[in-house]
């Protein structure tokens, strides 16, 4: 199988051979006949799949070989395909698809999120934009100044859809949908098909195909996973010793918190280690900064937050490390996904204080396997050291129970009976919506 068998035009074959690629992946080669047939979709998969070229291949030859209708609007342009993400990061990943695919064809498209001037992105909207990439919370602000013309999309993409109901866009997704024609192609994507994702399906899709590449949360088998229980005082030590020991390059680092993250990068500088740190604080020119530097390699360790847990996209990333565990199982395993991609071989290493025995416990449960365990030399951990409760996560579980899974600060689904309603935004910089009504909107399903 070839990209020239699916169906795709010489242009976007010539594009994708370019980058390198040969072969669709198993996603690719289920998902491209089925946009192209303009049929919707329900797609799973798991990270380094091959995802995004799985809808962008597809939507850029749909919209090449259709001119689409014309418009006399003396204001903006309309848009012909909306493509949704959750985060910074992933949009401009994703907008870097659709150019880098597209070169050879006659389509303009644009990405915009928030954290970044607004002017700017309102004098492209002027413009012929027959693709926007964009996360929720800046959509909304162009509708609301008026800025942006939605009224003639064809397609409408989801990606990370789970990740984005879990971070608190579901009212901002919904408002959305009502703005857009009735009439058109939906594309969802998901790596962990919750209860939530599958509302929100009802509610958008028309007779969709179900795609599923991979069991839900399920590890790549090319990622070597790995354990060093170690004292919580000892765990920046141990880390520098491992980087320095084993002389790793581009090292991607988890931390729970924005706060811990700027911390471990100066800790680290201290061992002259260079590190920067990636998260919802930083301004968006740092963070794009920072990303530039590890992705050419000149920037030895990225501490992120779990804002970059999904959207990475680093070709050959050999080294991930858990400093903190995650509060919430899933995101080890999208945590991971950033390494051992399209085949490549990964090395997902996690450091793990008494504190977290519980957090490892359900992430072993999760991925249904035993995650290898081993000590340092030097690195003993003192069994005197009894576990503390994590500030502002899940505490331990007492009276042998205490498996409820808590996602720290983010905010309950729509069917809490207490939705909270946070003004402040979100470590994607787009606004956090208000509370929302039981039930989606249908106003966006097609008929």
Known sequence: MSFSNLGLSPEIVRAVTERGYDK?????????????????????????????????????????????????????????????????????????????????????????????????????????????????????????????????????VLDEADRMLDMGFINDIRRILSLLPKQRQNLL?????????????????????????????????????????????????????????????????????????????????EDRIQALAIHGNKSQGARTHALAKFKDGTLQVLVATDIAARGLDISELPHVINYDLPNVPEDYVHRIGRTGRAGAEGQAISLVCVDEHHLLADIETLIEQRLPKEMVDGFGVNPEIKAEPIPNGRKPPSGGGGNQRTRRSAPKSASSKSPRQPSSRTAAGDKKPGSSSPTPRRSGKRR
């Open 189 to 269: 994507f998901f790596a962990t098909f919750s209860d939530k994702v599958k509302t929100l399906a009802a509610g958008l899709l028309n007779n969709p195909t179900m795609i599923e590449v991979a069991r839900r949360n399920v590890t790549a088998a090319t990622i070597s996973q790995k354990v060093y229980h170690v004292d919580r005082e000892r765990k920046r030590q141990l880390l520098s010793h491992l980087i320095r020991e084993n002389k790793w390059y581009q090292v991607l680092v988890f931390s729970r918190t924005k706060h811990g993250a700027d911390r471990l990068v100066k800790q680290l500088g």
């Open 24 to 156: 669709p992946t198993p996603i690719q080669t289920q998902a491209i006949p089925v946009v192209l047939s303009g049929g919707d979709i329900m797609a799973g998969a798991q990270t380094g799949t091959g995802k995004t070229a799985s809808f962008t291949l597809p939507l850029l030859h749909r919209l090449s070989a259709n001119k689409g209708i014309s418009s006399n609007s003396h204001g903006f342009p309309p848009i012909r395909a909306l493509i949704l993400t959750p985060t910074r990061e992933l949009a401009a990943q994703v907008q870097e698809s659709v150019r880098d695919y597209g070169k050879y064809l006659n389509l303009n498209s644009m990405v915009m999120f928030g954290g970044v001037s607004i002017g700017p992105q309102k004098q492209k909207l002027r413009t012929r934009v027959d693709i926007l990439v964009s996360t929720p919370g800046r959509l909304l602000d162009h509708v609301q100044q008026g800025t942006v013309n939605l009224s003639r999309v064809e397609v409408l």
